[in-house]
């Protein structure tokens, strides 16, 4: 029951009324983020963060920024940590064939796919058949929800081999967090375009990561996603995307079949409309506080499922 309520205030603080009286608040909290220099986390912007329009985490991205370069020790994981800090994403190897094998074979066998980016929620689709999906010119992503994605057992694998969780907490600097989301998006050829192909950034939590698995080959011709380096610490600019769509500067995180991104999506980045052959690719997301996309996205109807993984 609270569940649909979050999700439900979630949606509401998005309508103009409520949007505007948020975004008033919201100028005193970020002001409130600078001053504090002694702690990063409090209850109060762990809660208000669910109704943020975005400001919040670009001036917690910036403060936790500081904190890591007072407090930053020599450790294995502090090129990848410098990485993310710096470019939004890093590059962290890749699995072996028989992973890949595996994982391609048990998602492409599935017998059914929801027709959206994400399976469910205020932006998911229609479950329907994977070979009307596959035939279907009108479809362009499809997903499989979290139950499904975590079936695979080479998922929690790679979050372990890859130290996805040890990555995560020394980025956002605690060791209280958890999983979020899991979904796997299969993407092909279609005469629609989703949204997501446009520079947006993913406004899911003030203190988020995410990680990506490619199952196949991800290039600038094949569906890579384009993302603006560094832009994760950007102030909050809705108009970005109108002058920055074509920047030079945005990059494509390409990889071959197999690679692992650590990624911090807050970082301006789109989707790619070109399509050469199926993308198949998973995300991992943590979080060190509540994430809006966990009650909007439902997630929580995976809450099982998704315990078991954050054991």
Same mark, same amino acid.
């Given at each position: 029951m609270i569940n649909k309520f979050l999700k439900a205030l979630i949606i509401l603080s998005r309508y103009k009324i409520l949007k505007y009286l948020i975004i008033a608040v919201e100028k005193v909290a970020s002001r409130f983020i600078l001053l504090n220099k002694?702690?990063?986390y409090s209850n109060f912007l762990s809660v208000f963060q669910l109704f943020s329009s975005g400001q919040i985490y670009s001036e917690f991205r910036r403060k936790k920024f500081?904190?890591?370069? =007072?407090?930053?020790? *020599?450790? #294995? @994981?502090?090129k990848t940590i410098d990485e993310i800090h710096n470019q939004s994403y890093s590059f962290l190897g890749k699995i072996s064939e028989n992973d890949i094998k595996t994982g391609s074979n048990f998602f492409l066998s599935q017998n059914q796919i929801y027709?959206?980016?994400v399976p469910l929620? +205020?932006?998911?689709?229609? =479950? &329907? #058949? %994977? $070979?009307?999906f596959l035939n279907n010119e009108n479809c362009n992503y499809g997903s499989f929800d979290i139950q499904t994605s975590l079936s695979l057992p080479k998922i929690s694998e790679i979050i372990k081999n890859f130290n996805m969780r040890e990555i995560a907490e020394k980025y956002l600097l605690t060791k209280n967090l958890e999983i979020y989301s899991v979904n796997t998006m299969l993407t092909?050829?279609?005469?629609? +375009?989703?949204?997501?192909?446009? @520079?947006?950034? $993913? %406004? $899911?939590?003030?203190?988020? &990561?995410?990680f990506f698995i490619y199952w196949t080959n991800v290039t600038a011709d094949n569906g890579s996603t384009l993302i603006y380096p560094g832009s994760h610490l950007f102030n909050q600019d809705k108009l970005f995307s109108n002058y920055a769509s074509?920047? @030079?500067? %945005?990059?494509?995180?390409?990889g071959e079949k197999g690679? &692992?991104?650590?990624?911090?999506?807050?970082a301006w980045h789109s989707g790619n409309?070109?399509?050469? +052959? *199926?993308? %198949?690719?998973?995300?991992?997301?943590?979080?060190?506080? #509540?994430? *809006? +996309?966990?009650?909007? $996205?439902e997630n929580y109807k995976f809450k099982d499922d998704l315990k078991k993984i954050n054991k």
């Open positions: 002694k702690s990063l500081f904190f890591y370069q =007072k407090t930053k020790v *020599n450790h #294995p @994981l502090e027709n959206s980016h929620g +205020t932006e998911g689709g229609e =479950k &329907i #058949p %994977l $070979d009307q092909k050829k279609s005469n629609t +375009t989703s949204g997501v192909c446009n @520079l947006h950034r $993913d %406004l $899911d939590s003030m203190s988020s &990561i995410t074509n920047s @030079l500067n %945005l990059k494509h995180i390409e690679s &692992i991104f650590a990624v911090d999506t807050w409309k070109n399509i050469e +052959t *199926n993308r %198949l690719v998973t995300w991992v997301r943590f979080t060190a506080c #509540p994430a *809006n +996309t966990y009650f909007t $996205d």
